[in-house]
Structure formats: structure tokens, C-alpha cells
Nanobody, 122 residues
Framework: QMQLVESGGGLVQAGGSLRLSCAAS????????MGWFRQAPGKERVLVAS????????WHADSVKGRFTISRDNAKNTVTLQMNSLEAGDTAVYYC???????????????WGQGTQVTVSS
């Protein structure tokens, strides 16, 4: 089965930036749509960004649009989330996910990463 491993989380001050990376193995990376979810304590896990197999379609949630950018490199089997202008509300565990089917603004992953903590201080 596919394995997804996130990295790049940490503690950052409000207004700062982080780049999250997700490395995939054990599957055909280019066959999967990819996404990033986040979950804050006591909150639902929500989709924040997604990208189709070849990168032809990209979606970002309104809460992060203009600040976060998802991208992928199929030659390196990686997907990234560039996070700029971070706010306290962005504090959450961020999860990389892979899915065989895609819908705009919705994703039902077949595989999940272990998550990486992002904490934004002010």
C-alpha cells in the first residue's frame, strides 16, 4: 500500500511561513489525486487544498486562499503546501492524503499520512 510521510511542521510566529512536504512511496504516485487536510484540537478535519493527478486542477479552501499554495512533483513523488502569512487560526495537525477519485472541494482519501504539527504563535 501507499505510504505518505509529512515533514516541515513546526512553531512559527504569526505572519511567518512554512513549507510542508509529503513524500509518497509504495504506489503509483501519479495515479492519485493529492490533498492536504488539517485538524485543530476539538475541531473537524477539513480539506484545505487539493491537486489532481497531473496538476491540471488545483483547489484551495477560502480560509487559506491567497496564503497557501499546493503543488506536486510527480518525478519526485512529492506534494507540498507552501504556507505564507500564517495566522493563529492555522494552528493544527496537517495531513497529507491520496485519493483515486476527485471532486472539487471534496476529497475521500484512500491513504493518509501520519500528520505534522503546525503551531502559529502571536
Amino acid at each position: 500500500q501507499m505510504q505518505l510521510v509529512e515533514s516541515g511542521g513546526g512553531l512559527v510566529q504569526a505572519g511567518g511561513s512554512l513549507r510542508l512536504s509529503c513524500a509518497a512511496s509504495g504506489g503509483t504516485f501519479s495515479a492519485y489525486h493529492m490533498g492536504w487536510f488539517r485538524q485543530a484540537p476539538g475541531k473537524e478535519r477539513v480539506l484545505v487544498a487539493s491537486i489532481t493527478r497531473s496538476g491540471g486542477s488545483i483547489w484551495h479552501a477560502d480560509s487559506v486562499k491567497g496564503r497557501f499554495t499546493i503543488s506536486r512533483d510527480n518525478a519526485k513523488n512529492t506534494v507540498t503546501l507552501q504556507m505564507n502569512s500564517l495566522e493563529a487560526g492555522d494552528t493544527a495537525v496537517y495531513y497529507c492524503a491520496a485519493a483515486l477519485v476527485y471532486q472539487i472541494a471534496a476529497m475521500y482519501p484512500n491513504y493518509w499520512g501520519q500528520g505534522t504539527q503546525v503551531t502559529v504563535s502571536s
